[in-house]
């Protein structure tokens, strides 16, 4: 499973290393840095005319997003949301405020799409074992069981406090479908505080870029065929913004020929029916991952609708019968391939 995660990885750092190299501006440095965070292969270049410039940004990008995964991996013991399920119908538990922002924004995004994006799906998925050597179909009388503990909003937060509480005891958070887009928006805010004018990040298929190329054509964004792993499906040009895919073929297992992959509707406990990719234009990647894990949820016309509603919310919807659906938004400025 974890091959599947880097091969993919690196097809997406070819991808956007084709895009790259096609700019060339006298004096612009093209600075790279890659390393396996939060699971995934993540990516930062930066173009700048100051090679040291450049490396600090860089350098301090990377820290950042270090720190904030000890904060919010559940599988770390020490991490903040690991303190959280371990304190569950017991007591609030004082965290950082950068897991209080997460927190305070992963209950937005549940409110907003109606419960589609619900980080206390933890339960299940554990059942389900995504990504472990346990993975299996849970049965059905599991699967109830475990959907009694989800409930977004009985995640308590409290402010003033700086805390947050699990009401009941044995739920659990799960930050899986937010913090890649959450920690990918922390390390642009350092590149631009550094003075960065020129970047993208990509943290396994959550992108960010920064203004243009160096040579001030928007990025080319390649997205993903959902079904054959070396090929693009579509391709974008964006300029200072975030494109975040969420589909089912990032972690999967076959069982009886079904694919059951990891996206799970909170309603059902089972993995989403009815799309194989969402990918989401937003302002910022923390916006396009929570309502790409979201709109997988909700399925094609539900999606649409919530796309459609918000200001400056973009998306490409592939079905899992291999039809391209584009936002209106995006019509015109989105070249499909197949
Ligand atoms: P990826 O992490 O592969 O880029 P996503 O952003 O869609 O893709 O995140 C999927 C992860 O989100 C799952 O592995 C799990 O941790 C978590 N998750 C699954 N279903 C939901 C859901 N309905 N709401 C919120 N988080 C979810
Ligand atoms: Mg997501």
Avoid at 27 to 50: C, H
Avoid at 61 to 71: Q, V
Avoid at 99 to 127: H, M, N, Y
Avoid at 231 to 250: F, K, M, R
Wanted: proline share 3%.
């Amino acid at each position: 499973m974890k091959k599947n995660v880097i091969l993919y990885g690196l097809a997406v750092l070819l991808l956007l290393g084709l895009t790259v190299r096609t700019a060339r501006v006298p004096g612009e440095k093209k600075l790279a840095r890659t390393e396996f965070l939060m699971d995934t292969i993540v990516n930062i270049v930066v173009f700048s005319r100051d090679r040291q410039v450049g490396e600090e940004a860089l350098r301090l990008a990377f820290n950042e997003m270090e720190r904030l995964e000890a904060l919010l991996d559940r599988h770390l013991d020490t991490s903040d949301v690991a303190k959280i399920n371990r304190a569950a119908g017991e007591a609030p538990v004082a965290v950082a405020g950068e897991t209080l922002d997460v927190v305070r924004k992963s209950l937005q995004a549940g409110a907003q799409t109606g419960g589609a994006f619900d980080i206390t799906v933890a339960p299940v998925l554990s059942l389900w074992g995504f990504g472990t050597d346990g993975e299996k179909v849970p049965s059905a009388e599991e699967l109830a069981k475990a959907l009694r503990l989800v409930d977004f909003q009985k995640v308590m937060v409290n402010e003033t406090a700086g805390t947050v509480f699990l009401e009941t005891k044995g739920s659990e958070i799960d930050l899986g479908g937010i913090a890649k887009g959450y920690i990918v928006d922390r390390a642009a805010e350092i590149l631009l505080a550094q003075g960065v004018t020129s970047a993208y990040l990509d943290a396994g298929g959550d992108i960010r870029v920064i203004g243009t190329k160096p040579d001030g054509s928007p990025w080319r964004i390649g997205v993903r065929h959902p079904r054959n792993r070396r090929d693009v499906i579509a391709v974008i040009e964006l300029t200072d913004c975030a494109i975040v895919t969420s589909g089912d073929y990032e972690r999967f297992f076959v069982a009886g020929d079904v694919r059951y992959h990891h996206i799970i509707d909170p309603s059902t406990g089972y993995p989403a029916k009815g799309l194989a990719s969402v990918t989401v234009v937003a302002p910022d990647a923390f916006t396009a991952d929570a309502l790409s894990t979201a709109g997988f949820v909700l399925g094609l016309e539900a999606a649409m609708d919530l796309i459609e509603s918000m200001e400056d919310i973009e998306a490409i919807i592939v079905s899992e019968d291999g039809k391209v659906h584009v936002s209106s938004g995006l019509e015109g400025k989105v070249t499909i391939l197949s």
